[in-house]
């Protein structure tokens, strides 16, 4: 089992940054990747980044590229989401996940996910 608590979340202007964190416990944390996803109201939930379990390999969602960073500690068992040029429609809670043990490759499939954090809300004002 694996137990996700994301943090950081909070209330920013256009233009502003916000750094997330994922807290992982449970299980070894450099044994499997792990994603961010995130949930506008009245909407699915959508893919944001994901990382592999060394931190060598990312990708993200085109809305997100290039304002976007995801980076991991395996030495302090943490998930980051470095947020600039955030944007109203980037409003959302925002969840982490992880993959299965020995899933070491990122993916953009929420299908592909065994643990979830409770969410942290992220809102921008124009």
């Known amino acids: 089992q694996v137990q996700l608590v994301e943090s950081g979340g909070g209330l920013v202007q256009a233009g502003g940054s916000l750094r997330l964190s994922c807290a992982a416990s449970g299980r070894t944390f450099n044994g499997y990747a792990m994603g961010w996803f995130r949930q506008a109201p009245g909407k699915e939930r959508e893919f944001v980044a994901t990382?592999?379990?060394?931190?060598?390999?990312?990708w993200y969602a085109n809305s997100v590229e290039g304002r976007f960073t995801v980076s991991r500690s395996n030495a302090k068992n943490t998930l980051f989401l470095q947020m600039n040029s955030l944007k109203p429609e980037d409003t959302a809670v925002y969840y982490c996940?992880?993959?299965?043990?020995?899933?070491?490759?990122?993916?953009?499939?929420?299908?592909?996910?065994?643990?979830w954090g409770q969410g942290t809300q992220v809102t921008v004002s124009s």
């Open positions: 990382i592999n379990w060394s931190g060598s390999s990312t």
């Open positions: 996940a992880a993959r299965p043990e020995r899933y070491y490759s990122g993916s953009s499939s929420s299908n592909d996910y065994a643990y």
